[in-house]
T-cell receptor
């Protein structure tokens, strides 16, 4: 059973601070990793994807991947109240026809307070 | 193209009734996925189509659930004899690996929220 673990939070940070979200996964063969943001009552929205070890930056977001440790993280710099949402870590299945199937963590609730 | 669309957005039904949901993927996407999400949890994979072929079904998908994707375009998910435990958000996502795309990215529709009374 493939598993993706996230700290469910809630994580509370002040406006302007760095929010750090973490995720671990069990399948060492996983090849693709995603962070989705989900506002209450809405569907997941892709914010970052990462496929190789190291850092990937996009605006205020930085994704970090360490395949040896089976660890993915998301840093949000200069956090804004509009960043308050649930952040879902998703891991892409590897191998065969199920290549694209995503396994999600339970999500981390982030609250950015003014 | 405005993205993945789903219909209806909300559905309330009584236990034992049948319901059907529709998903229209992004037009050039050849892969389509259905997921189910309950409160406080991440989405769980249900089934996957590549074009019109249903290539994988989760063990979560009981015999009361059936999905189709005729002609490889829109997809329907039907739940027969609904139970209260079927209450959830049903999400559709689409993606493509054609046209030189190597890494697959899934884009989600707005979801259909089902409440079984």
């Amino acid at each position: 059973q493939k598993e993706v673990e996230q700290n469910s939070g809630p994580l509370s940070v002040p406006e302007g601070a760095i929010a750090s979200l973490n995720c671990t996964y069990s399948d060492r063969g996983s090849q693709s990793f995603f962070w989705y943001r989900q506002y209450s009552g809405k569907s997941p929205e892709l914010i970052m994807s990462i496929y190789s070890n190291g850092d990937k930056e996009d605006g205020r977001f930085t994704a970090q991947l360490n395949k040896a440790s089976q660890y993915v993280s998301l840093l949000i710099r200069d956090s804004q109240p509009s960043d308050s949402a649930t952040y879902l870590c998703a891991v892409g299945d590897a191998g065969g026809t199920s290549y694209g199937k995503l396994t999600f963590g339970q999500g981390t609730i982030l609250t950015v307070h003014p | 193209d405005t993205g993945v669309s789903q219909d209806p957005r909300h559905k309330i039904t009584k236990r034992g009734q049948n319901v059907t949901f529709r998903c229209d993927p992004i037009s050039e996407h050849n892969r389509l996925y259905w997921y189910r999400q309950t409160l406080g949890q991440g989405p769980e994979f249900l089934t996957y189509f590549q074009n019109e072929a249903q290539l994988e079904k989760s063990r979560l998908l009981s015999d009361r659930f059936s999905a189709e994707r005729p002609k490889g375009s829109f997809s329907t998910l039907e739940i027969q004899r609904t139970e209260q435990g079927d209450s959830a958000m049903y999400l559709c996502a689409s993606s493509t690996i054609s046209g030189g795309v190597y890494w697959e990215t899934q884009y989600f529709g707005p979801g259909t929220r089902l409440l079984v009374l």
